[in-house]
């Protein structure tokens, strides 16, 4: 395996874990206390972990996969939690602080770094179409 | 199709699939997992009394809330006598503390009568003194008249007032008389609380108590202040700034940036959780868990630490 590969999946999974300790500690501190927010906290929390811990020894497209769903899942929380309301919870700005900040530069990092690594996937799958035509 | 390959070249072999499979389930497996560590902790954090600090605290309180005396419904159909237990509970403290805070809904209806009776319950804490924010229902018809009356000795305002203690500068705010759809304090207040802590320097311990929070904990059912982003804006200079409130009838945490947000729960009855339900109407338990939702708050402070230390007891 590539030296570089293996990096990029262990920023990866550093990102990942990131977003589920940002999520686990808001989950823990009052968080849980929130309909559906709190679930959806502690979901995002022990996925990311998981996801993250299992990054470290595989490579799978299927755990990058779930990675970027994560990432895609806490971003579009937020996201809406900013704008119309998430379950009827709303938050400002980048509060709590500094845990929204981090959460977007996990996520965004996470979702950045997962498209890095299909992209030699997509370069074979063009060459190898291009070849068979 | 054969047990290896597909014919497709973009396919993938059953071993793939069923190496996907597995790397999928075990995910799975160690969400559920860690899911269930993580709410663990969150339980035995909430029923653990948080950890003392190491050095002797330099200012021991109580925080009480929400006792709603008047109030008759099966959520509680005995509030006096719930509100009388947590005052034997603060009297059995092994300490006295320096003084007990009540943020608000003391009475239920604001009658003369339920202010006479929350005043002479409370007349019999073991404390120095005997702090008090008003609730949106001590207010009901008068705007806070008579519990100005009662509680409004030495306020300024609609009840607002400040006090230093132990090195710690206490505020007590008022956000709900101007009650619409969510707190709100008003140009003459907030001018008040610019002033007031424009001669404190930055690193004294600030700690603000309120009835309605001052943090958007769910606005659409108005536990919300709609003008607390500028009260907070003159505390953003203080190392550590620390809010306590109540009419949530729960426990709640949250901290932005300096400030740490602390919702307390109720001596009365529970309020659903945020967004559970249509509207936060008394929530009626089964038999013998309503202690378990009601409480009191100790907050410990340790001169040199940032942060105070709080504990909070379910009625026993």
Redo the contacts between chains.
């Keep these: 395996m590539k030296m570089k590969d293996l990096l990029l999946r262990l920023v990866l999974a550093a990102c990942v874990a990131g977003t589920g300790w940002v999520h686990t500690d808001l989950y823990l501190n009052g968080y849980r206390s929130i309909h559906v927010i709190g679930p959806s906290f502690l979901l995002t929390g022990a996925g990311s972990f998981a996801v993250a811990v299992l990054l470290i020894f595989s490579n799978s497209p299927v755990l990058r996969l779930l990675a970027a769903g994560l990432a895609a899942g806490a971003l579009f929380g937020f996201t809406l939690s900013r704008t119309v309301g998430f379950f009827g919870f709303t938050e400002t700005g980048l509060n709590p602080a500094p845990q929204a900040l981090l959460s977007l530069l996990f996520e965004v990092g996470a979702l950045a770094l997962v498209a890095v690594s299909f992209v030699p996937v997509m370069m074979k799958a063009r060459t190898t179409s291009v070849v068979a035509r | 199709m054969t047990d290896a390959q597909t014919n497709d ?2 396919g993938m072999t059953r071993r793939q699939l069923l ?2 499979t597995a ?2 389930g ?10 269930e ?3 663990q ?2 339980n035995s ?1 909430a029923a653990a009394p948080v950890p003392a600090a190491n050095d002797a605290p330099a200012l021991r309180f109580v925080q009480i809330s929400d006792s709603h005396i008047g109030f008759n419904g099966p959520a509680n159909m005995m509030v006096e006598q719930t509100f009388a237990e947590a005052i034997d509970m603060i009297n059995a403290l092994p300490y006295r503390p320096a003084f007990v805070m009540h943020t608000g809904d003391l009475t239920h209806l604001s009658t003369p009568d339920q202010f006479d009776q929350v005043k002479q319950m409370m007349s019999e804490l073991k404390t120095s003194e005997v702090h008090t924010v008003p609730g949106e229902h001590d207010g009901v018809d008068d705007k806070g008249a008579k519990y100005r009356q009662f509680f409004g000795k030495g306020t300024q305002g609609a009840g607002w007032y400040s006090w230093d203690m132990a090195g710690v500068h206490f505020i007590s705010l008022v956000n709900t008389l101007g009650l619409e759809s969510m707190g709100h304090l008003g140009t003459d207040q907030l001018e008040w609380l610019r002033k007031d802590v424009a001669h404190l320097s930055s690193d004294t311990s600030i700690v603000v108590f309120s009835h309605i929070p001052l943090f ?1 904990m ?3 059912w108005g536990w919300s202040t709609d003008d607390s982003v500028q009260a907070l804006s003159y505390l953003k200079r203080f190392a550590s700034v620390t809010c306590l409130n109540g009419h949530v009838h ?8 300096n400030v740490t947000f602390f919702s307390a729960t109720t001596t009365a009855y529970p309020l ?5 339900g249509p509207a936060p109407t008394p929530v009626t338990l089964p038999a013998g868990k309503l202690h378990s939702a009601l409480g009191v708050r100790e907050v410990n402070y340790v001169k040199g630490n940032e942060r105070l230390a709080l504990k909070d007891v379910r009625l026993t």
């Design positions: 070249p973009h190496r996907h790397w999928f075990s995910a799975v497996v160690l969400t559920v997992v860690g899911g560590v993580i709410s902790i969150g954090n958007a769910y606005a659409k729960q426990l709640f945490t949250k901290t932005e940036g659903p959780k945020p967004g559970d």
